[in-house]
């Protein structure tokens, strides 16, 4: 059986071969031949039966902006469709969202995260299928903070007891996430500690998750608040791969037998 996300991600890539014809008529009775074709060169068997499927795709699609419908078919009251100039873009960039949020969400592999990251995560992402750029903007802030927490939190238990008691004291007792951060950098420099990691680490540490801690700033004081902070789709969809690459980073870093 075909899967769900499969079929939408084929529809546009469909469309977006046949963008030159207008005759796409993806919303009749029984699937489009051409579509059930196309599908079966690239792996995926559609049945005829799939029309239930096919068009709830389509429609998933149209309110993602991706599709459109065009004239109405004489004879048969079904609109032809086509793809959009926004799906167009999307797929000559590879981009996984929003045609294919679930792929994306699969691809950070947060089934065995933090639940309150995976929560906001996967918000930020439906939120942007969506098109409510301002709500996914808020949810990865939510998702940046936390894992800042867990980040800073959990590192502290590959400290000896002696620079364990030390950051405690000069990091953890921070209030805010900012300054909980840079006391986390601050006491990694002083302690040699950057000097012990891989130099990946190092560049991650201090070239991504300042932008991560801008996130936060962005997400809770210009957007997070009725300021009137206008977010365009592109700037979010930024925040999205910056998140996913953290979340990434995270993870693997506490993972590390480090000892300090």
């Known amino acids: 059986m075909a899967e769900y996300n499969d079929v939408k991600r084929l529809m546009a890539e469909f469309l977006y071969q046949n963008r030159s014809s207008n005759n ?17 060169q690239h792996g995926v068997s559609i049945a005829y039966t799939d029309d239930f499927m ?16 065009g004239s109405t078919n004489q004879g048969t009251g079904a609109p032809h469709v086509t793809i959009t100039r926004r799906g167009v873009k999307y797929i000559e960039a590879g981009t996984t969202i929003p045609i294919d949020s679930e792929g ?30 301002l709500a996914s903007a808020v949810m990865v802030g939510g998702a940046a903070e936390r894992l800042i927490e867990i980040l800073t939190s959990e590192f502290a238990e590959k400290l000896s007891p002696t620079l364990k008691a030390q950051y405690e004291k000069k990091v953890l ?12 950098l601050i006491f990694l420099d002083t302690n040699g500690i950057k000097k012990k990691i891989s130099r990946v680490e190092k560049e991650t540490l201090e070239g991504v998750f300042p932008a991560i801690v801008q996130i936060i700033r962005i997400t809770r004081n210009e957007t997070g608040h009725p300021t009137g902070r206008i977010i365009d789709r592109d ?26």
């Open 235 to 260: 700037e979010v969809q930024g925040l999205i791969y910056q998140l996913k690459t953290a979340i990434k980073f995270v993870y693997e870093f506490l993972a590390q037998s480090y000892k300090f």
């Open 104 to 133: 994306f969400l699969n691809s950070m592999s947060l089934d065995d995260k933090d639940e309150i990251i995976k929560l906001y995560t996967e918000e930020a992402v439906s939120s942007f299928s969506s098109k409510n750029y």
């Open 173 to 184: 007792s921070q209030e805010k996430i900012k300054t909980i951060f840079d006391a986390f």
């Open 24 to 40: 796409m008529q993806m919303f009749t009775g029984i699937p489009n031949p051409g579509f059930i074709q196309f599908a079966a």
């Open 54 to 69: 096919i068009r709830e795709a389509l429609w998933d699609l149209i309110s993602q902006g991706i599709v459109m419908l």
